[in-house]
């Protein structure tokens, strides 16, 4: 975790407004990507019936996000969603675990990532609801109880999207800065290396597995 506030960022002009790209959050969202790939191909070398460690470790995380899927959605709608369920579960542990590498930020501590998989769980979730009980049920669902209660029920579901990412944002962002201000105090010498592990092992893999039971559950309301 570096210094809060270094940002490498690429400024593109279109039709007189900038579009700001952190450039230090692509390139460790393409890390994360690197890893999940050599992962996925290291634990599926070489198959075995008695399995290797790594195998067997992957074994487990899948087959435990299958059943949590499969309990919410039922078996039809896991074989369809859980696999998305494994992605997103294995995205965010790498992106909160890598900033225990030095010189490596996680993409999580930036609010543009959490709020973009916060609108793409939106759209899973809303789609999956559409498709499961046809459009004009989906609508009508709006307009319950009563009509007037259309708005709020729209700022219900909006409010979901900000919930879920500043929920996971507010805690990874959390810990760089309870870690930076505690390195300054203490010379980088004591209690950091212990917060490291803490604000990323353990609050990261908590963050993880809420971010994604989350999203199972936002799915399970909309195709109930």
């Known amino acids: 975790m570096g210094e809060l506030g270094r940002l490498h960022q690429l400024i593109i002009p279109v039709f007189g ?97 959490t709020f973009g998989l916060g609108i793409m769980g939106f759209l899973i979730a809303h789609y999956a609801g559409i498709k499961s009980k046809g459009f004009k049920a989906y609508i009508k669902e709006y307009f319950q109880p009563i009509f007037f209660m259309m708005p709020l029920n729209v700022i219900g579901e909006l409010a979901k999207i900000v919930s879920i990412s500043f929920r996971l944002f507010g805690n990874i962002m959390g810990g760089s800065i309870i870690i930076l201000v505690v390195s300054y105090l203490t010379y980088s010498v004591i209690l950091p290396p212990f917060l490291y592990g803490f604000f990323g092992l353990f609050v990261g893999t908590i963050q993880a597995f809420v971010f994604t039971m989350l999203t199972i559950v936002y799915i399970s309301v909309q195709v109930k």
């Open 17 to 113: 407004h900038n579009i700001t790209i952190n450039l230090e959050v692509v390139v460790m969202t393409w890390i994360v990507f690197a890893l999940l790939i050599v992962l996925g191909l290291f634990a599926s070398y070489k198959r075995k019936i008695l399995p290797r460690p790594i195998q067997a470790l992957g074994e487990l995380i899948i087959s435990l996000l299958y059943d949590l899927t499969e309990d919410a959605l039922g078996k039809e709608l896991a074989k369809t969603y859980a696999p998305l369920i494994c992605a997103l579960f294995m995205f965010l542990l790498l992106s909160n675990w890598l900033g225990i590498i030095p010189h490596l930020e996680e993409p999580t501590k930036d609010l543009n990532t």
